[in-house]
Nanobody, 116 residues
Framework: QVRLVEFGGGLVQPGDSLRLSCAASGFNFDSKLMRWSRQAPGHQRELVASISEDGSITQYVDNVKGRFTISRDNVKNMVFLQMNSLKPEDTDDYYC?????????WGQGTPVTVSS
């Protein structure tokens, strides 16, 4: 059974940092591209970052480039999102996700609130 569990969200002030983690199980993690997405209530989910199977290729949405870093540990089956210089507009629920077969699997999300 595929399972993705995110943690590490919280309430921070503008300019602060957070590191999100996602623990994966139930599939061959090291053979899957992984992503972090985010969604605010009433809005569509937005792809934030993706990382290739071996971690050598990463991509980011323009509004997080230079501030967020996606990484993975294929021994521990985990993917991370280091978020620096956080802004109020980064406030969202953050989800890790990956495609296994024909299905995109999502975790339950972890909330991030950036507010002074």
């Amino acid at each position: 059974q595929v399972r993705l569990v995110e943690f590490g969200g919280g309430l921070v002030q503008p300019g602060d940092s957070l590191r999100l983690s996602c623990a994966a199980s139930g599939f061959n993690f090291d053979s899957k591209l992984m992503r972090w997405s985010r969604q605010a209530p009433g809005h569509q989910r937005e792809l934030v970052a993706s990382i290739s199977e071996d971690g050598s290729i990463t991509q980011y949405v323009d509004n997080v480039k230079g501030r967020f870093t996606i990484s993975r540990d294929n021994v521990k089956n985990m993917v991370f999102l280091q978020m620096n210089s956080l802004k109020p507009e980064d406030t969202d629920d953050y989800y890790c996700n990956g495609r296994v077969g024909t299905t995109i699997h999502w975790g339950q999300g972890t909330p991030v609130t950036v507010s002074s």
